[in-house]
């Protein structure tokens, strides 16, 4: 049993997307911490800020290391963050000597904002490239119906006729230039030690970072920790691209609901009229929009992230990202299967 139906266990067969899911784990979290504790170390050594034999060891450890979840959760529960009984346990595992530079110069928002760069920039990729499927599908019906005619409707009332490639269009040009927003998204490394000052590391410190941002992958900028932007900007990006999927998940639905200028092979069916075959794809992208834009108000919340660490506004984001980017990828999974079931769109001139 589960309270998300994300994760529920039959819900997400509807709702889920276990790909995408699976980068929210506590396994893909903790491993992108720890990627984030072995390239500091590397870093620092590299900068002579800690003896190179420290960070060799501290690499190992952070390749294989598997931490004790109990404790984490325990320890969460009072620290309000997952880091300082991580690093303890880190630092045991290590050992005395090596030990005592796990973790030098950073403080637990750097790890846990980094790991969750990490881990975005992945799923970017992966939404891209279901952006890039959704539009190719697009093109398909284009190149099978689009001379076809539909009645155009404006104000849910008929207007004039158009033809299917009018709608396509109208569905796939938002979805291209939300795939190249995300090409183009950047992820940045959050480096700012205890205060966003980076105080440990002196007039090197810009470098450190820059070496840092370089060895996981991600954009060197100043530290973001108090500044949310970004993270309210990406949640928009999702909120957007679930919305134009629900634009088309409607469409659809109403076209199956007067019946002549479209036919869907399969569909959802009832228990009480085995005749029917409910459009369900097309209603669950409007469900997952809606769902999104809702969600967006509580990240707009998070903004206000008072003086420079809040952990009120950062918990918010904790409980409302992942599922936004869940149902962004669950409204484009629906939407592929969608439209491989169109069978015939509009009607032959």
Known sequence: MSISAFDHPFLAGLLGDAEVSSYFSAKAEIRAMLDFEAALAKVEAQHGLIPQASAQRIGEVCASFEPDLSSLKAATATDGVVIPDLVRQLRKAVGEDAGSHV????????????????????V?????????????????????FG?????????????????????????????EQYRERLTQESFPLQFGGAAGTLEKFGPNAEDIRASLAQALGLTDEPQWQSQRGRIAEFA???????????????????????????????????????????????????????????????IHQSLVHEQERSG??????????????????????????????????????
């Open 147 to 175: 001379p076809n005619r539909l009645m155009g409707r404006t104000r849910m009332q008929a207007a004039i006729p158009i033809t299917v490639s009018d709608r396509l269009r109208a569905w796939r040009h938002p979805l």
């Open 312 to 349: 009120a506004a950062w918990t918010l984001e904790w409980l409302l990202l992942p599922q936004m980017v869940v149902a962004t990828a669950a409204s484009l999974r629906q939407a592929l299967q969608l439209l491989g079931m169109i069978k015939r769109l509009g009607a032959a001139s």
């Open 236 to 298: 928009g990006l999702l909120s957007m691209i679930s919305g134009s999927l629900g634009k088309i998940g409607q469409d659809v639905a109403l076209l199956a609901q007067a019946g002549d200028e479209i036919e869907l092979a399969g569909g959802g069916s009832s228990s009480a009229m085995p005749h029917k075959q409910n459009p369900v794809a097309a209603e669950t992208l409007v469900t997952l929009a809606r769902f999104n834009a809702v969600q967006l108000g509580g």
């Open 103 to 122: 973790h030098f110069g950073a403080t637990s928002q750097d790890v846990i904002d980094t790991s969750l760069m990490i881990r975005l920039k992945a």
């Open 124 to 144: 970017a990729f992966l939404l891209s490239g279901r952006l890039f499927a959704v539009s190719a599908g697009l093109q398909k019906l284009n190149d099978q």
